[in-house]
């Protein structure tokens, strides 16, 4: 127990690291697939998720924020899958009309999963593509990166917590109208059940992506995202409430600094 608690507290002493500029981050730990059980097969298993946000921001480019997507096991092999996963992201402001979509941004992951020796962890191989697209607006350049590297994802149980903690290592491998040479991040999520009707939850990320900094004239960006909410389970999937502060890396496409959000929303997954 001690030393789960010892782990507990050093992810969390990470993501209060550098609080004056890491209020909160991007969604890089969105795109790590779920952890799922053995099952060996073809497409063994499936998870969707539906985000809707509304952002506390002066910016009129910046008033909701909507994710859809989800992730399959391809294939698994009991000590390997196979996953793809797919996110889009729709950011709306009120510039030109009161519902205005303005940003539409794109992920695509494809991971081969090791299930460890250490129980229930799991050492993923990722390849990590992202695009960014204007809505309504004239752009006859791609903004696109593609990361390669290492993800690992671990469940704790502590006190009556469920914790699901991740890290990640990416090395850009190429990349249009970006800066960026590389990403490492960690996030941690908790849950504790409330009753069977509701859970409580809490979560945080830091992202540290490297920049060259010939090209724009900056230094490395952080970012980082806490939230707090509540879960309510059904019969083929859960709804969830929360509450959300996020410091995000070049919100912009084009105003290069970041940017900083409060938000409440809600989120619908699948089991």
């Given at each position: 127990?001690?030393?789960?608690?010892?782990?507990?507290?050093?992810?969390?002493?990470?993501?209060?690291?550098?609080?004056?500029?890491?209020?909160?981050?991007?969604?890089?730990?969105?795109?790590?697939?779920?952890?799922?059980?053995?099952?060996?097969?073809?497409?063994?298993?499936?998870?969707?998720?539906?985000?809707?946000?509304?952002?506390?921001?002066?910016?009129?480019?910046f008033v909701w924020d909507t994710d859809?997507?989800?992730?399959?096991?391809?294939?698994?092999?009991?000590?390997?899958?196979?996953?793809?996963?797919?996110?889009?992201?729709?950011?709306?402001?009120?510039?030109?009309?009161?519902?205005?979509?303005?940003?539409?941004?794109?992920?695509?992951?494809?991971?081969?999963?090791?299930?460890?020796?250490?129980?229930?962890?799991?050492?993923?191989?990722?390849?990590?593509?992202?695009?960014?697209?204007?809505?309504?607006?004239?752009?006859?350049?791609?903004?696109?990166?593609?990361?390669?590297?290492?993800?690992?994802?671990?469940?704790?149980?502590?006190?009556?917590?469920?914790?699901?903690?991740?890290?990640?290592?990416?090395?850009?491998?190429?990349?249009?109208?970006?800066?960026?040479?590389?990403?490492?991040?960690?996030?941690?999520?908790?849950?504790?059940?409330?009753?069977?009707?509701?859970?409580?939850?809490?979560?945080?990320?830091?992202?540290?992506?490297?920049?060259?900094?010939?090209?724009?004239?900056?230094?490395?960006?952080?970012?980082?995202?806490?939230?707090?909410?509540?879960?309510?389970?059904?019969?083929?999937?859960?709804?969830?409430?929360?509450?959300?502060?996020?410091?995000?890396?070049?919100?912009?496409?084009?105003?290069?600094?970041?940017?900083?959000?409060?938000?409440?929303?809600?989120?619908?997954?699948?089991?």
């Open positions: 127990m001690s030393r789960a608690v010892a782990v507990v507290a050093l992810c969390l002493g990470a993501l209060v690291v550098n609080s004056s500029g890491v209020v909160a981050q991007t969604s890089s730990a969105a795109s790590t697939a779920a952890q799922t059980p053995p099952s060996p097969g073809f497409l063994t298993n499936y998870r969707f998720h539906l985000n809707a946000l509304r952002l506390n921001s002066d910016n009129d480019n859809f997507g989800g992730d399959l096991d391809v294939f698994d092999l009991r000590y390997f899958r196979g996953n793809l996963l797919v996110n889009v992201e729709t950011i709306f402001g009120r510039q030109i009309r009161a519902i205005d979509p303005n940003q539409g941004n794109y992920t695509v992951d494809l991971s081969a999963w090791w299930r460890t020796v250490i129980p229930d962890a799991e050492l993923g191989l990722t390849f990590h593509h992202v695009s960014r697209h204007l809505s309504d607006r004239d752009k006859d350049f791609a903004i696109a990166w593609n990361m390669l590297g290492f993800q690992f994802t671990t469940p704790l149980v502590v006190a009556g917590w469920d914790f699901d903690i991740g890290y990640r290592l990416l090395k850009t491998v190429r990349r249009s109208f970006v800066d960026y040479t590389g990403e490492m991040g960690g996030s941690i999520r908790a849950d504790r059940t409330l009753n069977r009707r509701v859970s409580l939850i809490a979560g945080g990320e830091v992202t540290l992506v490297s920049v060259d900094g010939t090209e724009r004239d900056r230094r490395d960006q952080f970012g980082g995202r806490i939230e707090i909410g509540a879960r309510f389970p059904g019969r083929a999937g859960a709804g969830e409430v929360f509450l959300s502060r996020e410091r995000r890396i070049d919100a912009d496409l084009f105003d290069l600094e970041p940017t900083s959000f409060t938000m409440v929303g809600f989120r619908f997954l699948s089991k």
